[in-house]
């Protein structure tokens, strides 16, 4: 048997990209408006998410954009209820919105700590339940794609990183944790935990500033990823027969450590 990557099965359904005014999050949501689908792109930045919309004008597909503050709960909820209402029920979520905030634990930010709890654990949970209770409701076959990271797996060390590795050791272990309840429950609906190595990301510019100074990220000659190939990671897994379950998918540099 053999299979096109398509996303055929999902044109014209509803998908939600959260982070979805820059990086890996605009680089997915893109690909997926490409290939037809109703995109719902959450952002605190929705104004950037718009902008992009105007850029899609024309393709198959249609980019949606939804501000949202994704540390604050009742934020959430209203998004997703918004959403729903608007577009309809949910078919894909991706959980790709995170933080890395400089921070070491000994000494550290209680604040920043709280701000990547939020953002890269509790935001994804509360993410999950209101699209498993869309998907559920309507019967629908969906696929949940947590963007995870080698820190998810691996502790590096990299200086004041904080509570980072030890959020995405959590989605690890909550994206096992909810395939195991959608097995029991028998849903029709796949998780993916896809974890990308280094990618030249503004989450990463940002944090190695914040550590090594205004002017030190152009001193960095290490290559990354590029946000592109982590949504054709995506795209792959989302493209998959319906009995195949990709659970974990690491893309990382070629001739990369991390």
């Known amino acids: 048997m053999s299979y096109s990557i398509s996303l055929g099965r999902f044109v014209g359904k509803v998908a939600v990209v959260t982070g979805a005014s820059a990086g890996i999050g605009e680089a997915i949501a893109k690909l997926l408006v490409r290939n037809g689908v109703m995109v719902a792109g959450v952002a605190r930045r929705a ?20 501000q949202c503050d ?8 209203r998004t997703f209820k918004k959403i729903t209402t608007e577009l309809g029920p949910i ?10 905030k400089v921070s070491g634990i000994i000494d550290g930010d209680i604040e920043k700590w709280k701000a990547v709890i939020d953002t890269n654990v509790m935001a994804v949970a509360t993410g999950i339940r209101e699209a498993v209770a869309s998907m ?3 019967n629908i076959k969906g696929h949940i794609i947590n963007i995870n990271s080698t820190a ?12 980072y590795p030890a959020s995405k ?59 592109r190939d982590i949504a054709d990671a995506a795209l792959y897994v989302l493209s998959t027969p319906e009995h195949v ?12 450590p991390v």
Do not use: C
């Not at 992009?52 to 393709?59: D, N, R, S, T």
């Open 47 to 66: 104004e950037s998410v718009r902008e992009h919309a105007k850029k899609l004008l024309g393709e198959r597909g249609v980019l949606h954009a939804y």
């Open 91 to 100: 078919s894909i979520l991706i959980n790709n919105a995170g933080v890395l």
């Open 136 to 138: 559920k409701a309507h």
């Open 70 to 77: 994704l540390t604050k709960q009742d934020e959430i909820l």
């Open 245 to 256: 379950n990709v659970k974990e998918l690491t893309v990382m540099l070629q001739g990369s």
């Open 152 to 163: 998810g797996h691996t502790v590096l060390d990299f200086p004041n990183a904080g509570f």
């Open 169 to 227: 050791f959590a989605v690890t272990a909550l994206t096992e944790s909810v395939r195991l309840e959608i097995n029991r429950e028998k849903l029709p609906i796949k998780i993916t935990s896809l974890s990308p190595g280094y990618v030249e990301t503004d989450i990463v510019k940002v944090a190695f500033t914040e550590v090594s100074g205004s002017n030190s990220w152009e001193k960095i000659t290490v290559k990354g990823l590029h946000a």
